[in-house]
């Protein structure tokens, strides 16, 4: 694996430092908002290039969330298809709005899933896969800071799950924009990423 890129030397966003995750996902969400149709298709292909540049997913069990489009996240149908021709078991989560947890079904084909009422893709049916047999988990968020924290969009879904992954499972994060230098207010049960993929830059975090 090539790192492009040491996340610590440089902070991007110098007027977002020290701010709370509810001020930075504001921010974020209009920021994203912004982009044009092509800027984000652009940016999409951008980060997929680095991803398989980087990441190798042979006989890895890997969870891949499906982007919201009308929220303009980062279209992880592209990855999809890579993966696909790849020798790797990809599952698709399924968030439960009652228990705030999350659920993974092997990917089967379009026709497994339905767009919900929040607008994300999930399967319907399918073989279900635990949180233990994941290696690689794909993280959506808005924003992350240089030790690997991010603000997704509130609700914890993704770290009570990550909580429940193996120690050697890879997480990896997927963003149009860098890393600020601090998000101010993490909780204890905040789980970081250890990489994130953005257009230009592999960030890797060492846990320091």
């Known amino acids: 694996m090539r790192q492009k890129w040491r996340n610590r030397q440089v902070s991007f966003y110098p007027n977002f430092n020290f ?14 908002a912004q982009l044009s149709d092509l800027e ?22 890997v ?39 999350i659920e993974h079904f ?14 994300i893709p999930e399967p319907q049916y399918g073989t279900t896969v635990r949180p233990e047999e994941f290696d690689i988990v794909f993280v959506p968020l808005l924003c992350f800071d240089e030790k690997g924290y991010r603000v997704g969009y509130g609700k914890g879904f993704y770290d009570r799950f990550l909580s429940q992954c193996k120690k050697e499972c890879m997480i990896i994060g997927l963003s ?29 975090f060492d846990g320091e």
């Open 19 to 32: 701010m709370r995750k509810d001020e930075l996902r504001k921010i974020f969400l209009e920021k994203r």
């Open 40 to 61: 984000t298709f652009e940016l999409t292909r951008e980060i997929s290039g680095q991803v398989f540049e980087n990441f190798s997913f042979a006989n890895k069990t």
């Open 63 to 101: 969870s891949l969330f499906l982007s919201i489009t009308n929220k303009k996240e980062v279209n992880t149908s592209l990855i999809l298809r890579e993966l696909l021709d790849d020798n790797c078991r990809i599952a698709i989560p399924r968030s439960d709005f009652s228990t705030s947890e």
């Open 106 to 119: 092997l990917y089967e084909g379009e026709e497994q899933l339905e767009i919900n009422k929040y607008g």
């Open 176 to 204: 149009f924009f860098e890393a600020v230098e601090e998000i101010e207010g993490i909780h204890e049960n905040d789980v970081p990423l250890q990489y994130c993929v953005t257009p230009h830059h592999l960030y890797h």
